[in-house]
């Protein structure tokens, strides 16, 4: 079985084996992620298991071309950020892999997507091209194949009208957008929704000052009168997602994992649950880095789940994870 073949059936049992494997075949492939692994010494014939794997700082996807292998992408995902910052590059080979990873992830969490109507509240994202979160709720959207399905950018009245039909007829509802703009919404158009999953994806964008994530909750609590708020955990860097029901606790699929390594000694990393930055995992990653050095501090729990507490210091504002706890 080829490599690309076993990252989708990976499970607890071999996930190890599978990361090694992806881990010799990237570093004989990737000049830039060869290149890390050399300067900091890693002898590569050495690597036993995943805390032994190199984590490539995820810097790298701004200042280089991160890719395993020499091929023409079918499309390039653009980080957001400031006016001030450089945004990264993920050059993405087969659409198709980040397609079958989203939507086998999404249908694990939630189930099919033909059963929802799923609206997309992103205008920041909109606003600029190349967005991986655009494409995957785009996608979305178009496989529930509801008629009220779509993307709002500015109609919050339209899309408060569009919730109450919703509601009004029991129909469940994804109701996914960026921070700010939930919160717009929310002050502006409250109502107590019964039927409809609110999922946040982190963010201000510099429209409104930073809150901790248990303020943003209850404001979103509060507004729309439901139990929970739900998150998702992606980053341009990424072709998988980790998602949250509550409490901003996240779980990932069997193809991606997050451990920790030190603040202090990002060299060390361990596979253990415990505090630290968030190191990713992601095998869906065949044809760039699956191995991701973050800037997320978090903590990661024994049965793998993982929280994101906050960010590093002097590191770039992102939109996946603008939160602090």
């Not at 599978?18 to 010799?24: H, I, M, Q, S």
């Not at 957008?177 to 929310?186: I, Q």
């Not at 630290?276 to 880095?289: E, K, P, Q, T, Y």
Request: proline content about 3%; charged content about 25%; overall charge negative.
């Amino acid at each position: 079985m080829q490599l690309k073949d076993k990252i989708f059936l990976v499970d607890e049992g071999n996930f190890g084996a599978v990361a090694r494997e992806l881990f010799r075949y990237q570093y004989e492939h990737n000049r830039v992620y060869r290149s890390y692994v050399q300067a900091i010494r890693c002898d590569a014939d050495r690597i036993s298991k995943i805390a032994d794997i190199p984590f490539l700082p995820i810097r790298f996807f701004k200042t280089h071309t991160v890719t395993t292998t020499d091929f023409q992408p079918e499309v390039f995902f653009e980080s957001s950020g400031t006016t001030a910052t450089v945004n990264s590059r993920h050059w993405v080979k087969e659409t198709g892999l980040y397609t079958q990873s989203f939507m086998q992830t999404f249908t694990r969490f939630y189930g099919p997507v033909e059963e929802f109507c799923v609206l997309g509240l992103l205008p920041s994202y909109l606003e600029r091209g190349n967005s991986s979160l655009v494409f995957m709720v785009d996608h979305l959207i178009r496989e529930s194949r509801h008629p009220q399905s779509g993307f709002y950018l500015n109609e919050l009245e339209t899309l408060a009208a569009t919730l109450a039909g919703l509601e009004s007829r029991g129909q469940k509802t994804l109701l996914i957008g960026v921070t700010y703009a939930l919160l717009d919404f929310a002050r502006l158009f409250p109502q107590k929704l019964k039927h409809t999953i609110i999922m946040e994806t982190g963010g201000m964008k510099g429209r409104r000052r930073e809150l901790i994530r248990a303020e943003v909750h209850d404001l979103l609590r509060d507004g729309f009168g439901v139990p929970e708020i739900h998150s998702e955990y992606g980053m341009t860097e990424l072709l998988s997602q980790a998602y949250s029901k509550g409490e901003g606790i996240f779980q990932t699929p069997p193809w991606m994992r997050a451990v920790i390594r030190e603040e202090d000694d990002p060299l060390s990393v361990s596979a253990k649950a415990g505090k630290g930055v968030l190191n990713i995992i992601d095998l869906a990653n065949i044809h760039s880095c699956a191995f991701i050095a973050t800037d997320d501090l978090g903590q990661v729990y024994e049965n793998g789940s993982f929280e994101v507490l906050g960010r590093m210091d002097n590191a770039d504002i992102r939109g996946c994870s603008l939160l602090a706890l």
